[in-house]
C-alpha cells in the first residue's frame, strides 16, 4: 500500500485542520488506516486509526473529542479532522497503514506502510 499525505499547515491555538491520506495499490479491506505524530526531538506517537471495513475507530487520549478520523471508501482516502488545536499538536503527522490484527497495540513498528509526514504547527 502506497500512501501520500497532505493538509498540514499553520493555524492558531483553537483552530482546525483536516489531513488527508490518499491510498493506493492493493485492496484495503483488509487494513486498518492510522496517524501518528512526531514532534522535535520525541518519538513517534500514535494518535488514531480507523478499519477499513467496518469504520471502528481507536483515539488516543490526548486528541479524543477533539480529533475525528474517518475514511472514503470510493476516493480511497482516509482523513484526520483536527478542531480546537493546541500548541502541543505542533508535529510532523504521517499516515500509516497495517492489515488487520489481533494486537492492541498501536506501535509505529505494528504499521507496515507509511506516508510522508505533513507538517502541523500550532501557533499560541
Known amino acids: 500500500v502506497q500512501l501520500q499525505a497532505s493538509g498540514g499547515g499553520l493555524v492558531q491555538t483553537g483552530g482546525s485542520l483536516r489531513l488527508s491520506c490518499a491510498a493506493s495499490g492493493r485492496s484495503l479491506s483488509s487494513y486498518s488506516m492510522g496517524w501518528f505524530h512526531q514532534a522535535p526531538g520525541k518519538e513517534r506517537e500514535f494518535v488514531a486509526d480507523?478499519?477499513?471495513?467496518?469504520?471502528?475507530?481507536y483515539y488516543e487520549d490526548s486528541v479524543k473529542g477533539r480529533f475525528t478520523i474517518s475514511r472514503d471508501n470510493v476516493k480511497r482516502t482516509v482523513y484526520l479532522q483536527m478542531n480546537s488545536l493546541k500548541p502541543e499538536d505542533t508535529a510532523v503527522y504521517f499516515c500509516?497503514?497495517?492489515?488487520?490484527?489481533?494486537?492492541?497495540?498501536?506501535?509505529?513498528?505494528?504499521?507496515?506502510?507509511w506516508g510522508q509526514g505533513t507538517q502541523v504547527t500550532v501557533s499560541s
Open positions: 480507523i478499519t477499513w471495513t467496518l469504520g471502528r475507530t
Open positions: 500509516a497503514a497495517r492489515r488487520n490484527t489481533v494486537l492492541i497495540i498501536r506501535t509505529p513498528q505494528s504499521f507496515d506502510s
